[in-house]
């Protein structure tokens, strides 16, 4: 009987993809009102704004959870036609329904992430991953939309088939939702969005100008949750 309520009390592993912005680490959150037992991986990709990940770091420190920086510095070069990985580009400002905001985008950059995420999951016998990807990234990041993250679940079941439980996944709780859904659902989760970051300067506070601003400003305004962000 003892055994038996051992057993019971085993959560399943999930490891996170977490970048140390707003979406990720509410999705982390997600994760762990979900009961699992996470896991969180993050990673340097020569990022201007890796500074993202020292938030990264401390949101796991505070919930206690294994968290792994990966070093991909050694392919920066081969990914840096982006404003996020190349010094002769610089971060545009305006809101992502603008044009000039494709040149935020990295390359391939989350099937990079999530195939290293799987490898990762598959090796500590996670059952799922979670990505932050929501409804607004959908416009301007093709690695965003349902249809890569269906092809992603078939990739990453049929490259670990016989490895990985049947029910092996990719989950991404946010995707038909907005930013304002998640600050509100993070509202009630408790999360602590003081220990975020998500602009793409990189600078010693939120520039307020670029996308990834302008969209984290709006998205705590039509939520109606109070904004602990210091910008510029």
């Not at 977490?18 to 959150?29: E, H, Q």
């Not at 997600?30 to 993202?52: L, N, P, R, T």
């Not at 939702?177 to 999360?191: C, P, Q, R, S």
Request: aromatic share 10%; proline share 3%.
């Amino acid at each position: 009987m003892e055994n038996l309520e051992k057993k019971e009390t085993i959560l399943k592993k999930a490891v996170v993809i977490l970048s140390g912005g707003m979406d990720s680490v509410t999705t982390l959150y997600k994760a762990i009102a979900d009961k699992y037992e996470v896991y969180a991986i993050s990673f340097d990709y020569g990022q201007k704004h890796k500074k993202e990940l020292t938030f990264a770091k401390k949101v796991c420190e505070i919930n206690n959870i294994k968290h792994e920086i990966v070093d991909l510095t050694n392919i920066t070069s081969l990914i840096s036609n982006s404003a996020l990985t190349s010094k002769d580009i610089e971060v545009p400002e305006g809101h992502y329904a603008q044009e000039n905001m494709k040149a935020t985008v990295v390359p391939n950059r989350n099937m990079i992430m999530s195939s290293i995420a799987i490898g990762y999951a598959v090796n500590i016998g996670a059952e799922a991953i979670y990505l932050g990807v929501h409804s607004g990234d959908h416009f301007i990041y093709p690695d965003c939309r349902p249809q890569f993250v269906q092809a992603l679940n078939l990739c990453a079941y049929l490259g670990n088939e016989g490895f990985c439980e049947k029910s092996f996944r990719i989950v991404t709780p946010f995707m038909y939702k907005t930013k304002a859904d998640i600050a509100l659902e993070g509202h009630y989760m408790n999360v602590p969005y003081d220990f975020t970051w998500s602009c793409y300067k990189g600078g010693e506070k939120h520039c307020g100008k670029c996308g990834t601003c302008v969209e984290r400003k709006e998205a705590f305004q039509l939520a109606g949750v109070e904004d602990p962000t210091d910008y510029e």
